[in-house]
């Protein structure tokens, strides 16, 4: 296998030369061989961690604090990781160092290269940076907790609704078809009394759709994102509108109504949010 060098604070690493990732994800690779491909991060997360990139990036063009060229080459490379296809460039487990660190890193290094590629650059040239330009205005702390958020709230809406409505519908249906079939009730695991098989369906029915709606009302807890916060929630070295900015584009991108907390020290410290559904 060829291999190139990569370099960051602690000195050289080898990485695949093939291979986006840069120095940092290499050192988690080698110090965290733990459960490889079956505790992997989850791409839910990797998809959301695109969509931030891009919002991030177009944030940080709007504010001025990105050259065009480099902004427009991160949009590009974090929309190749949106739609699945930098995927064998995440390698990642869910055990890492606190924050999710690693996996944040992880990105801007991907993404970092690709757009460096992008621009007729070497891999690990650094043309563009993966801290100073991908993750301008950004931390682990602020970036992780956000796509935790973004990511859950998308598997609601693609897989868990969709799924659910379908069940209830079904179970309905099958209340309405069973209506004039008589069983026996049963309580303290013994025979009751009459009760036909359709009322019992339907009440399968009626407590999924209840389950259904406190999820739905749990959920608007997870349109309050951490980002802007940066390390401890003061926002300090990014731009005053840079969260309430990536808030922004990231509702435009999903169709959800994010928005940037209002007490980001609370959103980075707890996730309350993410228990309740």
């Keep these: 296998m060829d291999y190139r060098i990569e370099r960051d604070t602690m000195g050289e690493v080898r990485v695949p030369a093939d291979r986006y990732w840069g120095a940092q994800t290499q050192r988690s690779l080698e110090h965290f061989r733990i459960g490889a491909w079956r505790f992997r991060m989850p791409l839910e997360v990797i998809?959301?961690?695109?969509?931030?990139?891009?919002?991030?990036?177009?944030?940080?063009?709007?504010?001025?604090?990105?050259?065009?060229?480099?902004?427009?080459?991160?949009?590009?490379?974090?929309?190749?990781?949106?739609?699945?296809?930098?995927?064998?460039?995440f390698p990642l487990v869910v055990f890492q160092t606190g924050s999710g660190t690693q996996t944040n890193m992880n990105a801007n290094e991907v993404i970092a290269n690709r757009a460096s590629e992008l621009l007729g650059k070497p891999l690990g040239s650094k043309y563009v940076h993966p801290n100073d330009h991908v993750n301008r205005g950004q931390s682990s702390n602020d970036t992780f907790p956000t796509a935790m958020y973004v990511a859950v709230a998308l598997a609601l809406h693609q897989r868990l609704y969709p799924a659910a409505e379908g069940l209830i519908r079904t179970f309905e249906e099958k209340a309405r078809t069973?209506?004039?079939?008589?069983?026996?009730?049963?309580?303290?695991?013994?025979?009751?009394?009459?009760?036909?098989?359709?009322?019992?369906?339907?009440?399968?029915a009626a407590e999924l759709r209840n389950t259904l709606s406190m999820v739905k009302e749990a959920e608007k807890g997870l349109y309050h994102l951490a980002i802007g916060g940066t390390a401890v929630g003061t926002g300090l070295n990014a731009h005053p509108r840079f969260g309430e900015l990536v808030a922004k584009y990231l509702a435009e991108e999903t169709g959800l109504p994010f928005r940037a907390a209002e007490n980001r020290f609370a959103a980075l410290a707890a996730h309350d949010e993410l228990v309740f559904v």
């Design 47 to 89: 998809r959301a961690y695109g969509m931030l990139k891009k919002a991030a990036a177009r944030a940080n063009l709007e504010l001025g604090e990105l050259p065009e060229e480099i902004a427009r080459a991160i949009l590009q490379a974090a929309e190749e990781v949106v739609q699945g296809k930098l995927d064998d460039h």
């Design 178 to 204: 069973f209506d004039d079939i008589v069983k026996i009730g049963r309580t303290h695991l013994m025979d009751a009394v009459p009760i036909t098989l359709g009322q019992e369906v339907g009440s399968w």
